[in-house]
């Protein structure tokens, strides 16, 4: 639908999402899947007496930029933050998905995304970090096939896990009004305190997490200012470069060495150190014989052999370094050495592997309380490091390496995105100290202004805001609870329980059968099944008609 005067002469951040969609998509007559109009919306908002938006403040629409089909996805800054819950996370990434599947079958079609958000939506937490998993592998897909430009504009910014779904993207266009990090400085503040980040310092936030800031950086690669013709532009050059990986997240040893060479020697003592269920587990399961990645102390790798295959897996586990150069990542954070390691680490095993022509099955130990909050941490993107991490899985994955994932403590936020999520089955310890969730509930409370007392009632009360792992196995993000095990202290028959478990998945992805839990059944997800119904139906119709026009709903701008 064309622009009327008033529109065209405001600038970008002022429009609407589905305005700025118009803006930039050049076709006549846009057409929006899964609108307002077919009232999907979260089923979790009003249980917590918050007001639901029927499109869960996720616009997608079809249409084209200089004459390439696009689908492009526009969020909603000012509903909940732009964050990403059940309904509008699994929106965009069955969009990204069948945009990818009608490249396979010949008809290319790029993807264009507006990213103003948050990150999770702390009311669907555990939901919303899956929708974020499955945003960042639907992208690396599409990635592979054809362009997926990302626009940071609006002055939510863009945080948290969608941070790495931006940084995974093809190109990335920013302007003077857009932020990009992993962590907000509000966060920061409120987690490691005003000494890390004064998030009242205009001018500091800016030089950290600005765009014009992450262009000179090499961490976006076009920065604009606020002009429609001018962002016109800059997305039509990055969807003309078709299928591209950003070369953000590669070079990952090359970096982390950069890394530390900058970095003053850790100036500390390991006494009395944390050793974490994470190490505990690989070591015994490796019989004591890991190794380092990358003289990372942190990272630590090992072969695990399995009853029955003729492999060995090739697991990883992040640890507690109290030695760490970046004291925010002492305690087993994922953090920007972690994250380069990790990568790192990968990249030479899909090296090696691919010398022997072997597949073997790669394992994610995950026992840690989340990613590193810091100054530093910021300054230099830890949200491109903890991408490097997530596209260094999915490019196994697609590789044909089988990813399992063992949660043995704490699965947190974008730790979890980055080292656990991207993976073909996601088992878990049943135990009280084993658990998953997007921000802790201290956190939560201060982040949202509510009283501790009130975030564990509504935790209590709201499956997705659950921290306990057995709620994430009843929404089916978790496939398989392995009962009856010592977390903290496993004997041998707990890791032959254990060694078994992967045997058996990995004989069933070997006989092609579906490894992932279905959800088809689940009474917690019908959600998620009504708006990928809706998304694909529509889609379907569009493809049936030969045209953009006639399907789904004519967008009102």
């Given at each position: 639908m064309p622009m009327t005067p008033m529109q065209a002469n405001r600038g970008f951040q002022e429009l609407s999402p589905r305005g700025r969609l118009a803006a930039l998509l050049d076709s006549a007559c846009l057409t929006e899947l899964a609108g307002p109009f077919d009232r999907i919306a979260s089923p979790w908002l009003l249980q917590q007496g918050l007001v639901p938006q029927s499109d869960d403040?996720?616009?997608?629409?079809?249409?084209?930029?200089?004459?390439?089909?696009?689908?492009?996805?526009?969020?909603?800054?000012?509903f909940e933050g732009g964050s990403i819950g059940e309904v509008g996370g699994a929106k965009i990434a069955a969009a990204l998905e069948l945009a990818a599947e009608s490249c396979r079958g010949g008809h290319p079609i790029a993807a264009l995304l507006l990213l103003e958000t948050g990150g999770v939506r702390l009311q669907e937490a555990t939901l919303g970090l899956a929708a974020i998993a499955a945003i960042q592998s639907a992208i690396v897909e599409l990635r592979e096939l054809a362009a997926v430009v990302a626009v940071v504009a609006g002055p939510v910014g863009c945080f948290g896990g969608m941070s790495l779904a931006a940084e995974l993207c093809t190109w990335i266009v920013g302007t003077p009004h857009g932020r990009l990090g992993m962590n907000g400085p509000e966060v920061i503040e409120q987690e490691a305190g005003a000494d890390e980040i004064d998030a009242g310092d205009r001018e500091l936030i800016w030089q950290l997490v600005g765009c014009e800031a992450r262009h000179r950086d090499g961490w976006i690669d076009a920065f604009v200012v606020d002009d429609l013709a001018m962002l016109q532009a800059a997305v039509s050059a990055g969807i003309a470069k078709g299928p591209l990986a950003p070369a953000r997240t590669t070079g990952a040893a090359e970096r982390l060495q950069r890394l530390r060479n900058d970095l003053e020697p850790a100036q500390g003592s390991d006494e009395g150190r944390a050793i974490g269920n994470a190490r505990i587990w690989l070591e015994r399961l490796a019989g004591g014989k890991v190794e380092q990645a990358f003289a990372t102390a942190s990272v630590l790798t090992a072969n695990i052999v399995l009853p029955g295959s003729p492999q060995s897996a090739f697991a990883i586990a992040i640890v507690p370094d109290a030695m760490s150069r970046l004291p925010r990542a002492a305690g087993g954070e994922f953090g920007l050495e972690q994250a380069w390691a990790l990568a790192a680490c990968i990249d030479r095993f899909l090296a090696e592997e691919g010398r022997a022509g072997t597949k073997r099955p790669v394992v994610a130990i995950v026992d840690t309380p989340g990613q590193a909050f810091g100054r530093i941490e910021e300054q230099r993107c830890i949200s491109a490091a903890a991408a490097a991490a997530v596209d260094a899985y999915a490019r196994a994955r697609r590789a044909g390496h089988f990813i399992l994932t063992l949660v043995v403590g704490r699965a947190v936020s974008g730790s979890f995105l980055a080292h656990g999520l991207q993976s073909d089955c996601i088992f878990a310890l049943s135990g009280a100290d084993v658990s998953m969730y997007a921000m802790s509930a201290q956190s939560i409370a201060r982040v949202t202004r509510r009283t501790l007392a009130a975030v564990q009632a509504s935790a209590a009360a709201t499956l997705p805001m659950s921290f306990a792992i057995a709620d994430a196995h009843r929404l089916g993000v978790i496939?398989?609870?392995?009962?009856?095990?010592?977390?903290?202290?496993?004997?041998?028959?707990?890791?032959?329980?254990?060694?078994?478990?992967?045997?058996?998945?990995l004989a069933a992805h070997g006989r092609g059968e579906p490894t992932r839990v279905s959800i088809a059944n689940n009474s917690y997800r019908q959600a998620t099944r009504q708006i990928r119904h809706a998304i694909r139906e529509q889609w379907q119709a569009i493809a049936e008609d030969g045209a953009v026009e006639g399907a789904g709903q004519a967008m009102e701008v």
């Open positions: 403040g996720v616009v997608v629409a079809r249409g084209a930029v200089g004459g390439h089909e696009v689908v492009g996805i526009a969020l909603e800054g000012a496939d398989t609870l392995i009962d009856g095990v010592n977390v903290e202290d496993p004997s041998p028959d707990d890791l032959h329980t254990v060694r078994s478990c992967f045997s058996e998945a």
